[in-house]
Structures are given as structure tokens and as C-alpha cells.
T-cell receptor, first 113, second 111 residues
Framework: EAGVAQSPRYKIIEKRQSVAFWCNPI?????LYWYQQILGQGPKLLIQ????????DSQLPKDRFSAERLKGVDSTLKIQPAKLEDSAVYLC???????????FGPGTRLTVL | QKEVEQNSGPLSVPEGAIASLNCTYS??????FFWYRQYSGKSPELIMS??SNGDKEDGRFTAQLNKASQYVSLLIRDSQPSDSATYLC???????????WGAGTKLIIKP
């Protein structure tokens, strides 16, 4: 069974530029999560999708971050414009249902200069 | 505010010994508990899940849950250098099924 796929793996941008990340969850997993992980901290949930609907986006900075999951499969997370403090690893995870264990992709390491 | 607390470490354990990692949580209504391992530069990997009081064993790993005292622990027997990583505790809040994460404990196994 293929795992969670993410791209790109690394991205370096200047502040105020925009960036987009892509995630393809494990086949059949209804729930998809985007996390931000800053070095030395645990993952912080940005947004949770159940199929193509948003379940929780309470910690998503909506003035600059947006996410979508069209057709309930792939998802994209966008940052526009980026700030220095957005430098982090962005993790995508999926689970069969909202109350199951979560499985993580390899992550995207973002550096904002 | 719901919280999950872990000692950041590093916890240094000799090879072959038992490593004991602890986690406390604030929400008494929590029902699901998870341990993830994260190697440097990698993403978290699920090791164990535990849902009821007591012990759950899987190979060299044992998860222990005590809901009355609101703590969950992970024991690693016969520790190997390959066990050196950061161990993240995550607790599922049943009110919204969100995972609350600890900051992780860095474990170092000395050969």
C-alpha cells in the first residue's frame, strides 16, 4: 500500500512570495490533515478535511494560508504572502476515518528568507 | 486549554537497557492515546496506540495508560542505537477528534 505523498520536499522562497504544497493521501482515507511543525515542537494542526469538507481550520492563519481538497482526494496548501515565521516543515497526514490513527507523508521543508 | 506535557530531554540510556518515556495530559475525557517516533529530518511514524487502562505490548515496545492519573508512558526494552529519536505523545480529544501533541522527548541510546 502506497503511503502519503507530498511535494515538493524542499522549498526556499523570499518573504512576501507565494508557495503551494501538494498532498496525496493513502488510497481510501477519508480524513486529511495539514500540520505545521517548527523545530523542537510537536506538530500544530492547520486544517482537517473529512472527504472534501473542512472539519477544523481554527488554527489556520486565514489572512495568508488557504487549503482545498477538491474531489475528496488530493489537497493543496497555499501561503500568500509568506513571512519569515512560516519557515517550518509542513506535514500532511491521512487516516481512514476521523477517529483513527494518522499516517504522515515525508513533509515539505519550507525556508523563507 | 487542553495540553499534553512531555519532558524534552534528552534522555540518555545505555544500549540494552529499558528506556522509559512519560506523557501527561490535561483533558480527563481523552480516550485515545498514541506514541509516534520521529527521526531527525523525518516525519512522525506511528509506534503504538492505546485506548484502555493497563499495558499494551508490541515487540520491544510497551505502552501503559493510567486514566485516573492522566498519564501514558512508553517503555522500550533492549534499547538499540536505532531507537535514538524524538518520541511524540499525542492525545485525541473526543469532543472534536483533534489530536493534541506533546513537544516530544529526545531519546539517545548510547552504544
Amino acid at each position: 500500500e502506497a503511503g502519503v505523498a507530498q511535494s515538493p520536499r524542499y522549498k526556499i522562497i523570499e518573504k512576501r512570495q507565494s508557495v503551494a504544497f501538494w498532498c496525496n493521501p493513502i488510497s481510501g482515507h477519508a480524513t486529511l490533515y495539514w500540520y505545521q511543525q517548527i523545530l523542537g515542537q510537536g506538530p500544530k494542526l492547520l486544517i482537517q478535511f473529512q472527504n472534501n469538507g473542512v472539519v477544523d481550520d481554527s488554527q489556520l492563519p486565514k489572512d495568508r494560508f488557504s487549503a482545498e481538497r477538491l474531489k475528496g482526494v488530493d489537497s493543496t496548501l497555499k501561503i500568500q504572502p509568506a513571512k519569515l515565521e512560516d519557515s517550518a516543515v509542513y506535514l500532511c497526514a491521512s487516516s481512514p476515518r476521523y477517529d483513527n490513527e494518522q499516517f504522515f507523508g515525508p513533509g515539505t521543508r519550507l525556508t523563507v528568507l | 486549554q487542553k495540553e499534553v506535557e512531555q519532558n524534552s530531554g534528552p534522555l540518555s540510556v545505555p544500549e540494552g537497557a529499558i528506556a522509559s518515556l512519560n506523557c501527561t495530559y490535561s483533558d480527563r475525557g481523552s480516550q485515545s492515546f498514541f506514541w509516534y517516533r520521529q527521526y531527525s529530518g523525518k516525519s512522525p511514524e506511528l509506534i503504538m496506540s492505546i485506548y484502555s487502562n493497563g499495558d499494551k505490548e508490541d515487540g520491544r515496545f510497551t505502552a501503559q495508560l493510567n486514566k485516573a492519573s492522566q498519564y501514558v508512558s512508553l517503555l522500550i526494552r533492549d534499547s538499540q542505537p536505532s531507537d535514538s529519536a524524538t518520541y511524540l505523545c499525542a492525545v485525541k480529544v473526543d469532543s472534536n477528534y483533534q489530536l493534541i501533541w506533546g513537544a516530544g522527548t529526545k531519546l539517545i541510546i548510547k552504544p
